[in-house]
């Protein structure tokens, strides 16, 4: 150990002899130490809700999406399909067809609504001589009620011609099921098969887009790059992050913002430790002026204060990582935080501990503490032996 570490310790070892000074030690640990705590507990919330909200949209939305660059169809759908199957890593693809229009129910309540063809296989085949079956969204269904099992007509916006005049293009339906969906999916409020919808669409051929799923949403990035050159010319590849970046915007400033306020509160325990440091300075004034007499360097005795500060620093620090992670643990594992599940979209507060996160609130706490000890340690440096000898009077 060295000179300067061993004197830190001592006097770290010897303030609690002293109450004035082992109370404000105490605070400065202690302080630290909550400051740590809170800002790890409130990381720990704020991941465990995005990685829940990004969980949800890599759930539903297209990891990949080929759109067309100009005009509402792509230009060679049967070669966008292969591009997206010929990917590795591809689980489905699909095209997209879509349109606005009214649903009524047998009761004449209607509403307006847009429609889309549902995922192949998702929806069960018809017999004969019955509707097409639909997935139809909660909100719509208890809008103009409509339960499941019940039969719904489906009238497109647009019209076909007829001898006397254009007419629009009604369909009679069959819901199935409803769906509820959480507040991030912006699905359509009808699901209809693939024909079904290209007939209220009018788009008997071709598509507007054609979308994929990957085995591991991670990859999209790559993926899209993968199948952007394989495209004919006038596609684009959008991926799921992509057509979610206002909202991952949105929760990267969050995190931000909840770092920079909760940080605050270890900037005000590193105050503590700078009073503290200060005051012993003050108090072993005496001993660095014979330190000073004895030989050693200005940067010796600024070492020692530093490592003095940087002491009390990581043990508030690991008092305060400790807490936090612990607590994050419990309060996600017990679920002690209960939500209503009709209006979050989870049953209760979800905590995820990072280890990047504790790192860094770790770093920047003992960068603080390093900080706040600078000063003093400045002050420490400046002292001579011409003061020991007047002290000593």
């Not at 001898?163 to 009604?170: E, Q, R, V, W, Y």
């Not at 400033?253 to 012993?280: C, D, G, K, P, Y």
């Not at 609130?361 to 002050?379: H, I, M």
Request: charged content about 20%; overall charge positive; aromatic content about 4%.
């Amino acid at each position: 150990m060295s000179f300067e570490a061993f004197v830190a310790f001592r006097y770290l070892a010897a303030s609690r002899k002293t109450a004035h000074v082992a109370l404000i030690s105490t605070i400065s640990v202690l302080g630290l130490a909550v400051g740590v705590a809170a800002l790890v507990i409130s990381l720990s919330l704020l991941s465990g809700f995005q990685d829940r909200i990004r969980e949800q949209m890599a759930r539903t939305t297209a990891h990949l999406t080929v759109l067309p660059e100009r005009g509402a169809v792509l230009p060679d759908p049967d070669r966008v399909r292969r591009a997206l199957a010929a990917e590795t890593g591809v689980v489905s693809v699909g095209p997209v067809v879509e349109g606005r229009g009214w649903l009524s129910s047998a009761g004449g309540s209607a509403f307006p609504v847009r429609f889309r063809n549902a995922p192949a296989g998702s929806l069960p085949p018809a017999e004969e001589g019955e509707a097409p079956p639909a997935r139809i969204a909660a909100a719509v269904s208890i809008r103009i009620g409509i339960a499941t099992g019940e039969a719904a007509r489906l009238t497109s916006s647009r019209t076909r011609l007829s001898p006397i005049g254009p007419i629009p293009i009604s369909i009679p339906i069959r819901a199935v099921s409803v769906a509820r969906r959480g507040a991030l999916e912006k699905g359509p409020e009808v699901e209809l098969p693939e024909d079904t919808a290209r007939l209220l669409a009018g788009q008997l051929s071709g598509a507007r887009a054609f979308e994929a799923t990957l085995r591991d949403p991670s990859a999209a990035e790559r993926a899209a790059a993968d199948v952007a050159r394989r495209l004919p010319p006038g596609c684009r590849v959008v991926t799921w992050r992509q057509r979610n970046a206002p909202l991952s915007f949105a929760l990267r400033l969050e995190r931000l913002v909840i770092f920079a306020t909760v940080a605050l509160v270890i900037v005000v325990a590193a105050l503590n430790i700078l009073s503290n440091v200060a005051l012993l300075v003050v108090e072993k004034k005496r001993d660095l002026g014979v330190f000073s007499a004895l030989g050693a360097e200005p940067r010796a005795l600024a070492r020692i204060y530093r490592i003095l500060g940087m002491a009390i620093g990581a043990i508030g620090t690991a008092g305060g990582v400790a807490v936090g992670v612990a607590a994050s643990i419990l309060l996600d594992r017990l679920h002690a935080v209960p939500l209503p599940p009709d209006v979050y979209l989870f049953t209760h507060v979800p905590f995820a501990v990072h280890p990047r996160d504790v790192l860094l609130v770790a770093l920047f706490a003992l960068a603080t503490a390093a900080a706040a000890a600078a000063l003093p340690a400045r002050a420490a440096a400046r002292i001579g032996p011409g003061e020991a000898v007047g002290l000593s009077r």
